[in-house]
């Protein structure tokens, strides 16, 4: 058997491992064009290894086989769709695309939330609501968090070195746990606190321990390891009570923060629904907040035009005043900017969806319980979709047409998760207040390597440089 500590493909087992979790397992060859099986009971998990990720191993499979292509993961038949024609052919307007929910429930062990369609999209209302309320009452927060920031990078010598990847996770640590659980965590000691256990349930430490995790729930090992467990389950208990303090203060008292908490609070859900709910949320929004700033910022730096534009655009909406949700509104090259570095860095590079019944995609045939992965990370590397796919470019989203197909893919628009649309307004505000004030600059000579997992980083700490524009 495949030794699944050895290497780092955590996105597979966390995402995929989780689904399969939950499903016994299903072994039907579907004539679906792809590779068989390289190990009995592995699958093709050490092409995988092999390839260096899950997002590798599937550009290669699709560059061999085409835009539907197949693989196994174990025993189980998993198939892969590359191309936009074919995502729209089997995405389904009903479900949501968020992995986050899928994997996160799986590994935490969640029950609620599997409900019929009308509770379903009543609960992402709700957490929709959640963002905008949030968003809307902690907007001077936010601001001061960000000029914050400004100020510890405005003291530092031009030729200082800053570490971007620490920087952006704890200004995302302390962004998410304010506006999601409100005013204790304006104590650092309460987001350090948190932030440990965070990391302890492998979400803040760049889901390194995930493979471990996910192992676990597949075989059962996770229980005879005393020490791991003891270590997750501790994490998971310090967390939700956390949360179930904050959702008992804030039920039938009214706080002139609203916080994200609150919008699930006065929805028609029990107490446990609103734990898992939050704890989702909170995990999900602190890792993909930080990393959309970090390449947000890494891409800035790498194109002088860009962020020429964009720091233009920013001194033309707001000029010598202050920085409002009304005026932020107006930053539709700032928008591009983040929808270009979504797509570029290929920011949530796999998603996933279980064939609930047997489907058609093209000619072939998806059997009931087939797994089905959408590889993002090759549909927004497409040249056939985005002329030019490598090249940073966010004037592409000038064409109604491209933003069309971005937001069809979840990434935009009504069909983007809340984690996502929370990490959009915060990064925003960020940059405003960032590139109105200083130039941001790349380290001579250092090469970013990218490491893709469910949310994709930099292999190692990225560098930045900055200096004051006045």
Sequence with gaps: MLDFAIFAVTFLLALVGAVLYLYPAFRQAAGIPGITPTEEKDGNLPDIVNSGSLHEFLVNLHERYGPVVSFWFGRRLVVSLGTVDVLKQHINPN??????????????????????????????????????????????????????????????????????????????????????????????????????????????????????????????????????????????????????????????????????????????????????????????????????????????TTSEEVQKKLYEEINQVFGNGPITPEKIEQLRYCQHVLCETVRTAKLTPVSAQLQDIEGKIDQFIIPRETLVLYALGVVLQDPNTWPSPHKFDPDRFDDELIMKTFSSLGFSGTRECPELRFAYMVTTVLLSVLVKRLHLLSVEGQVIETKYELVTSSREEAWITVSKRY
């Design 95 to 300: 479900k949501t695309l968020d992995p986050f929910e899928t994997m996160l429930k799986s590994l935490l062990r969640y029950q609620s939330g599997g409900g019929n369609v009308s509770e379903n999209h009543m609960r992402k209302k709700l957490c929709e609501n959640g963002v905008t309320n949030s968003l809307k009452s902690n907007f001077a927060l936010l601001l001061k968090l960000s000029e914050e920031l400004l100020d510890k990078w405005l003291s530092y010598p031009e030729t200082q070195h800053v570490p971007l990847s620490q920087h952006m996770l704890g200004f995302a640590m302390k962004s998410v746990t304010q506006m999601v659980m409100g005013s204790t965590f304006e104590n650092d000691q309460e987001v350090i606190c948190f932030q440990k256990n965070h990391g302890t349930i492998c979400i803040l430490t760049y889901f390194q321990v995930w493979s471990e995790i996910g192992k676990g729930f597949l075989d059962g090992s996770l229980d005879k390891n005393t020490t791991r467990k003891k270590q997750y389950e501790d994490a998971l208990v310090q967390l939700e009570s956390v949360l179930r303090n904050i959702i008992k203060e804030r039920k039938g008292r009214n706080f002139s923060q609203h916080i994200f908490i609150d919008s699930l609070v006065q929805g028609n859900l029990n107490d446990q629904q609103i734990l898992e709910d939050s704890m989702i949320f909170s995990l999900a929004s602190c890792i993909i907040t930080a990393k959309l700033c970090t390449w947000a910022i890494c891409f800035l």
